[in-house]
């Protein structure tokens, strides 16, 4: 079993037999027919830029065979099957960073690609409300065969894009794009945009100083912290592998259509560009508790 299969897997026990590419049994259907999308899209994969996009909650898609999961039109288009915008604002903010950009094509409701496998929320029977039928009582073969199908290969994606940018002496840096909704739990969130980020401060600090100057409201860790246990990609691809790293998140309001999105890309351009042009930054991070 790799790093990443073991971290993603979390604690033993966890219902998951052999969870990796290759490993799904014989008699299983597959998940995705030979004519659906792949599990994950790469723009500029031979990118010569040594920092990597990452959108894990890019599409609303689910694959066919699971009939929407018995979600009617509107719920398929709420912010509980994807983060509205994000796959866009990635997408432009791709060709202006050169950076490789790794795009999940499937919906967070058939497998969260950010959590562990074991996450409570990984696979939602019922998210801000919404009943999500096809995801109750999975088992663990289910699972098993979403991951396989969706989540193992999107996260190998990225590990593959990581592996070919580092060498011994230097840290690609990893910048993650999600987008989060206006109302939640009956209240509005004031932030514009957060930055969510744990131990290692050096794009995070000096990117808010940058929104800040722009005269955008920030969230620091907010709407969710950097610290909290259920964020998956960046804690495993870059956290933990000492890369410099942030986590960008864009409220949906601001992101209606593909103008906006596209002038979001190039804010972000702007305010990331300086702080990716520092050649100290490619450097592994230490200071980890654990590292
Ligand atoms: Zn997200």
Redesign the pocket.
């Given at each position: 079993m790799s790093n990443l299969e073991e971290s993603a897997l979390g604690s033993p026990g966890d219902g998951f037999s052999s969870c990796s590419e290759g490993h799904l049994q014989e008699n299983q259907p597959p998940l995705l027919a030979a004519e659906e999308p792949p599990p994950y899209e790469v723009l500029n994969a031979g990118g010569a830029a040594k920092i990597i996009v990452v959108c894990?909650?890019a599409s609303n898609r689910i694959p066919r065979s699971l009939n929407n999961l018995g979600l009617d039109e509107f719920s398929m288009r709420r912010h509980i099957a994807w983060?509205i915008g994000?796959r866009d604002v990635a997408k432009f903010l791709a060709p202006s960073l050169g950076a490789p950009t790794i795009l999940a094509n499937y919906s967070?409701l058939v497998v969260d690609c950010?959590r562990k496998l074991d996450d409570a929320t990984a696979f939602r029977a019922i998210s801000d409300g919404d009943d999500v039928p096809g995801n109750h009582l999975l088992n663990a073969t289910e699972k098993q065969r979403r991951a396989d199908a969706i989540y193992w290969p999107y996260h190998h994606a990225i590990a593959s894009q990581v592996d070919r940018l580092c060498d011994e002496d230097f840290a690609p840096a990893l910048i993650s794009i999600?987008?989060?909704t206006p109302f939640f739990d009956n209240s509005h969130r004031p932030w514009e945009v957060g930055i969510l980020w744990d131990n290692d401060p050096r794009i995070a600090v000096p990117l808010m100083n940058s929104l800040r100057d722009k005269g955008f409201k920030i969230g620091d860790n907010e709407p969710y912290s950097g610290r909290h246990p259920h964020d998956f990609t960046v804690d495993y691809h870059g956290e933990k592998r000492g890369l410099p790293h942030a986590s960008i998140?864009i409220r949906q309001d601001l992101l209606p259509d593909t103008d906006s999105r596209r002038q979001w890309a190039v804010t972000l351009a702007d305010c990331l560009q300086p702080i990716l042009e520092n050649k100290e930054l490619y450097r592994f991070f230490t200071d980890t508790p654990g590292a």
């Open positions: 894990d909650h983060d994000a967070r950010n999600h987008s989060f998140e």
